[in-house]
C-alpha cells in the first residue's frame, strides 16, 4: 500500500508540475513586440554582448494617449448621435452638428491609424508602407498637428453651441418653444448631453495636444543632432579657416605664356646653344608625308639642317632652308606659286626662263612634286 501511495503521490506531483508549466502566467505586460535581433542568423549587429531588444515603433507613452483620445472621442460620437437624434425626431438635423459629427469620426479614424498601424507591424510585420511613412517624426508631427486641430474645432464649435443656446437657459425662449410641452421637458436633457459631448471633446483635444507636444519635442530633437553632424556653412565673404584669399602671383601657373620659354618659336634660339644641344634639336626633323611638304617646319627644329650623316633629311631640309627664307612654309609658297600653272604657261609660250626650268627641275628630283605625265604632244 505505501508503494502505491508513493507512486500516486509521484504521478500527481509530476502531472501538477507539468500543468503548472503549460499554465504559467506569463510576466510580460508588453503589447508591443519585441524581437532579439542580436545573432548572425537574425540579420542583427554580432558585435553586441548580450540581447539587444528592438524598441518599439511606438512609444508608450503615445500608445496611452492614443487610447485616451479614442476613448473620449468614442464617447463624444455617442453623445453627439443622441443629440442629432433628439433634433431629427422634432425638426431635423442642423448643419452644425452634421459637421460636428464628421469631424469627431474623422479624429477617431485617425487616431485608431496611427495607433493600429505599428502594433501590426511590430508583432504581424504587415503594413510596411504605412509604418514607414508614420516612422518619420516630420510625419507624425503634421498628423497630430491635424488630429489636434479637428478636436480644437469639434470643441469650440460644441461649447458656443451647449453654453450660449437660449434653450439651454430657458425652455420658454427656446425659438421652437411652440412644438409642445414634451418638447420643453426633452430640451433639458438635450442640452444637458451636448454639454457632456463638448467636455468628451476637450479631453481628447488633451490627449491630441500631449501627443503633438512629445512628437515636437522629438522632431526638435532630431533636428539639433543633425545641425551637428553637419558643419555649419561658411559664406565666402566670411574669413573662416576654409577660405583663403587667391593671390594675383597664383595666375600665372595658368596664365597664357609665350612660346619664347621653349625654344622653337624664335629662330636664333637654336644658334645659341651649345652643338650638344643642337643636336639633339636637329634629331627632331623628319621628311614630310605630303607631296607639298605641308608638315614641313612644323616641328621643332624642322628649319634648322641636319647633319651630314643623314642624307635623305638633309635634302628636305636644305630645300626647307632655301625656300623658307621668308618665314613661309613651302605648302604656302607652294599656293602662292603654283608650279602646275608654271609648267602649263611654259608649254602653252613654249619657253622657260631658266630660273624657273631650274626650280622646277628641283622639285621634281627632291621628291616634292609627282613626276608629270608624258605627253605624246599637242596638237
Not at 57 to 80: D, E, G, K, Q, Y
Not at 156 to 162: K, L
Not at 172 to 182: I, K, V
Request: with cysteine; hydrophobic share 35%; charged share 15%.
Amino acid at each position: 500500500m505505501e508503494k502505491l501511495k508513493n507512486v500516486f503521490s509521484s504521478t500527481s506531483s509530476s502531472a501538477t508540475a507539468k500543468l503548472s508549466k503549460a499554465f504559467k502566467f506569463n510576466g510580460d505586460h508588453n503589447i508591443l513586440k519585441r524581437t532579439n535581433t542580436n545573432g548572425l542568423g537574425s540579420g542583427g549587429n554580432p558585435f553586441l554582448d548580450g540581447p539587444n531588444l528592438e524598441e518599439p515603433s511606438l512609444p508608450r507613452a503615445h500608445l496611452i494617449l492614443h487610447v485616451v483620445a479614442i476613448f473620449f472621442a468614442f464617447l463624444a460620437i455617442c453623445t453627439m448621435g443622441a443629440v442629432a437624434g433628439y433634433q431629427a425626431k422634432w425638426l431635423k438635423v442642423s448643419g452644425g452638428t452634421g459637421f460636428v459629427i464628421f469631424l469627431l469620426i474623422l479624429a477617431f479614424l485617425l487616431s485608431a491609424f496611427l495607433m493600429v498601424v505599428p502594433i501590426v507591424y511590430d508583432r504581424w510585420d504587415r503594413l510596411k508602407r504605412p509604418a514607414q511613412f508614420l516612422n518619420q517624426t516630420r510625419s507624425t508631427f503634421i498628423l497630430h498637428a491635424f488630429g489636434t486641430f479637428l478636436m480644437l474645432l469639434c470643441s469650440f464649435i460644441v461649447t458656443i453651441s451647449a453654453w450660449t443656446a437660449k434653450g439651454c437657459k430657458n425652455a420658454d425662449n427656446d425659438p421652437h418653444a411652440d412644438l409642445g410641452d414634451s418638447y420643453k421637458d426633452g430640451l433639458k436633457d438635450w442640452c444637458t448631453t451636448k454639454k457632456a459631448s463638448a467636455i468628451f471633446d476637450w479631453f481628447s483635444f488633451g490627449a491630441w495636444a500631449a501627443l503633438l507636444v512629445l512628437t515636437t519635442l522629438i522632431f526638435r530633437k532630431e533636428r539639433q543632432e543633425n545641425r551637428r553632424r553637419e558643419p555649419s556653412f561658411i559664406p565666402p565673404e566670411s574669413n573662416g579657416v576654409s577660405y583663403s584669399t587667391i593671390l594675383a602671383n597664383d595666375d600665372e601657373r595658368y596664365a597664357d605664356k609665350g612660346t619664347e620659354n621653349y625654344g622653337y618659336s624664335n629662330s636664333n634660339s637654336a644658334h645659341n646653344q651649345n652643338p650638344e644641344q643642337n643636336r639633339n634639336g636637329n634629331a627632331l626633323s623628319r621628311p614630310s608625308v605630303d607631296a607639298y611638304g605641308a608638315f614641313d617646319g612644323d616641328m621643332p627644329g624642322g628649319n634648322v639642317p641636319s647633319h651630314q650623316n643623314n642624307t635623305s633629311i638633309s635634302s628636305f631640309s636644305g630645300l626647307n632652308a632655301q625656300d623658307n627664307g621668308n618665314g613661309q612654309s613651302r605648302t604656302m609658297q607652294l599656293a602662292y606659286n603654283d608650279p602646275y600653272a608654271q609648267i602649263r604657261a611654259s608649254l602653252q609660250s613654249g619657253y622657260a626662263p631658266p630660273a624657273q626650268q631650274q626650280q622646277t627641275q628641283q622639285l621634281y628630283g627632291n621628291g616634292g612634286l609627282p613626276n608629270p605625265p608624258s605627253y605624246g604632244g599637242y596638237r
